[in-house]
């Protein structure tokens, strides 16, 4: 009923039969510690990978971060050139000088009726 | 065992007690001291031996936490960090290798002969900079000659793109980033970036292999955006250079604010420095003259006294003020006007700027009235911007105003202000009456400013201002073709170094808003002693407002409300096809 109850008298069960196989059949009792050391070295290989794994991982982690930090200034630097060649100054004296613009100061302003707009 | 056993012939014995039982002592102490040695280790040197061994591994690396940028209301950059490169070397080691000397000379464009000199100086020392601030291009250029003792180290460098063009408001850092002038002293603790470290495990060749626990992330500093739009304040900047130049001015200055939202839009002053340029920063002209200056506002104050005089019915538009031959005495002053006017209403008291007038006003009206009237458009707070260095207004008590005091008061002598009170004042009538808070950054909370005065009032002066730039006015030269200005000159004397009023030094004053009917912008222009081409408010200063605000409107987009024939009535939601038509809308570009 209670999926915890159950998992509680199983284990108590089967605690209890180990006891009784250890105590009834010693050559059986040889099995538990057999299981015990194979895990045992199971784990330990297992935490062996593990450590590799992680320190692959920071290996990785630490070039995406100097990947970073590189396209970062990467970043800044484009963004302070694209700064240089937008600045008002040298824009105003290309469409002056070289291209002849000037500024409207005297124009006409005609009003389009709501229909006839251009989007 | 066996031929032991063949030779001697002798049978085998049993093992002497003493024999096993030395066997057992010798393994039983073997077994103790390895123990013993084992908790000497890993019991009582632990610490010691941990340290060591974190001395060898264990490395700390520190995370720069960078400082953030400054930018306009569009994400325009104002201020950036980028990295640098300085290039260090040991002198005795590179001395040692001439050929790499040579090639590392022709990558710093030095002659191989004046680097060997500079180094042979400093012999001794063990550390000396080749070259600081490299771009990371060529340090890196450098660095791949492989000379010996030449190492780099990352720096970093604040650049302002905008240059010149924002200097004096986005101010400057030291060699050490800190915060020195302007919004970059102003917001220093929330731009600072605070570097964080962590300590990692290195392994025989430098690699990072592990991180520990103990890390600390760095802060970058956080962006600050101000309320500046550079489009305008280049424009700003531009004009005022120009009309100084041209008039040989000492200095002057430009704002724009939206009269809405009170936020500042563009601020310039002259003379200005090159941030950029260390050599430049001189302290004349790191002065942010809009905040940090004090003048007298001169004639720029009539409207306001005007719309206090309407506002508490002292006087209204059909009053008559008899300014007589254009002088009057008030005590020991004499309140003179370039032209006598005659019996004359508010407005053409204001369009024409006559003193007598306002002084007839003020006079009218008493002390308490005039003093009151400055203290709603707020002549006598703070404007509190946070920007640093920023000047508090000086206005004496009404009831230290003699009647002379009182007249002076009343076209804007006797008492000190700096631009931005200006600004807001006119921003007041601007936006019928509710004077909004300046600010300087953008994304900053609207304030709720206060009501001046009432919206009929500030309509009312508003529509006298528009005769300044009409036909008549003093401010004729502020007109805009399309929209309707309204506005007021001003032409201040300066007091002199030997006290009383310097007859020939003047500062020309222009400050108004536009669209008139319906203000989005309100400017102020004034430049400082110009000494060539006039020096009238009206001659000087106008112009520049005009073509400012002129660009500023077109870069809004806001719709013109003076089209004469050609438009219809401004209701309809107005769609208008700008000549050299720019999509600008306030929006950030990101």
């Known amino acids: 009923m209670n999926p915890f109850r159950d998992g509680f008298d199983w284990a108590q069960r089967s605690i209890r039969r180990i006891r009784l196989e250890t105590a009834d059949a010693p050559p059986s009792g040889l099995m538990l510690p057999l299981i015990l050391v194979a895990l045992v070295m199971a784990s330990a290989l297992y935490a062996i990978a593990i450590k590799h794994e992680s320190r692959r991982m920071t290996g990785e982690m630490e070039r995406a971060r100097v990947e970073r930090e590189k396209l970062q200034m990467e970043w800044s630097q484009l963004q302070l050139e694209e700064a240089a060649l937008a600045h008002h100054a040298r824009i105003e004296s290309a469409a002056r000088d070289q291209l002849g613009m000037s500024e409207p100061r005297e124009y006409v302003i005609l009003q389009q009726a709501a229909a006839s707009r251009v989007p | ?590």
């Open chain 2, 1 to 590: 065992m066996s031929r032991r056993g063949k030779n001697t012939q002798i049978k085998a014995q049993p093992v002497p007690a003493w024999r096993r039982r030395m066997v057992v002592a010798v393994l039983g102490i073997s077994a103790v001291l390895v123990a013993g040695r084992a908790f000497h280790l890993q019991v009582i040197d632990r610490d010691f031996l941990t340290r060591e061994g974190a001395k060898r591994q264990v490395r700390t690396v520190t995370l720069p936490g960078h400082r953030a940028a400054i930018r306009d209301r569009r994400g325009e950059p104002l201020a950036l960090s980028a990295p640098v490169d300085s290039l260090w070397c040991v002198p005795t080691e590179l001395l040692g290798a001439p050929e790499h000397l040579a090639a590392l000379a022709k990558v710093l464009k030095q002659s191989p002969r004046k680097l060997t000199g500079f180094l042979r100086e400093r012999g001794k020392r063990q550390f000396v900079y080749l070259e600081r601030g490299m771009s990371p291009d060529e340090a890196r250029r450098a660095l791949a000659i492989k000379a010996p003792g030449v190492f780099s180290i990352r720096e970093y460098r604040r650049y302002y793109p905008a240059g010149e063009v924002a200097g004096q408001l986005v101010g400057f850092t030291d060699v050490d980033g800190k915060g020195q002038e302007g919004m970059e002293l102003a917001h220093d603790s929330s731009l600072r970036g605070i570097a964080g470290s962590r300590h990692v495990i290195r392994d025989a060749r430098g690699r990072i292999v592990e991180d520990t626990e103990e890390a600390v992330p760095s802060q970058p500093g956080q962006d600050l955006n101000l309320s500046i739009d550079l489009r305008l304040q280049y424009l700003a900047y531009r004009e005022l250079k120009n009309t100084v130049s041209r008039h040989r001015a000492k200095g002057g200055l430009v704002v724009v604010a939206d009269a809405r939202t009170g936020e500042l839009l563009a601020i310039a002053s002259q003379p200005g420095f090159n941030p950029n340029n260390v050599s430049d920063r001189r302290p004349g002209r790191m002065r942010n003259r809009p905040i940090v200056d004090s003048f007298e506002p001169g004639s720029a104050v009539k409207p306001l006294l005007v719309a206090q005089a309407v506002e508490t019915g002292a006087y209204g538009l059909q009053s008559l003020i008899d300014t007589g031959d254009g002088w009057m005495q008030v005590g020991r002053l004499t309140v003179q006007d370039i032209h006598a006017q005659g019996k004359t209403d508010l407005r053409m008291i204001l369009a024409k700027s006559s003193n007598v007038g306002a002084a007839k006003i003020g006079l009218h009206m008493g002390a308490e009235s005039v003093w009151q009237g400055y203290q709603r458009f707020g002549l006598g707070e703070r404007v509190n911007t946070g920007f640093p260095g920023e000047s508090s207004p000086l206005m004496r008590h009404f009831t230290k105003w003699g009647e002379i005091a009182t007249a002076t008061a009343s076209y804007g002598y006797g008492l000190s202000l700096n631009g931005l009170h200006l600004v807001r004042a006119y921003a007041g009538l601007a936006n019928d009456g509710l004077m909004p808070e300046l600010r300087l950054l953008a994304k900053q909370p609207i304030g709720l400013g206060r009501q001046a005065v009432s919206a009929k009032t500030a309509r009312v002066v508003r529509q006298m201002l528009e005769s300044v730039a009409e036909e008549g006015g003093t401010g004729t030269q502020a007109a805009i073709p399309g929209y309707r200005v309204a506005g007021k000159t001003g032409t201040v004397r300066k007091v002199a170094v030997t006290g009383g009023y310097d007859a020939k030094r003047h500062q020309s004053v222009f400050v108004g808003m536009v669209p008139a009917d319906n203000p989005r912008l309100v400017g102020l222009v004034m430049v400082d002693e110009p000494t060539v081409g006039g020096y009238y408010g009206g001659v000087v200063a106008a112009p520049i407002f005009s073509a400012v605000m002129q660009g500023a409107l077109r870069l809004l987009q806001i719709a013109p409300d003076d089209c004469g024939v050609d438009c219809a009535q401004p209701s309809t939601l107005p769609q208008i096809a700008m000549p050299a038509g720019m999509r600008a809308d306030m929006e950030p570009r990101s």
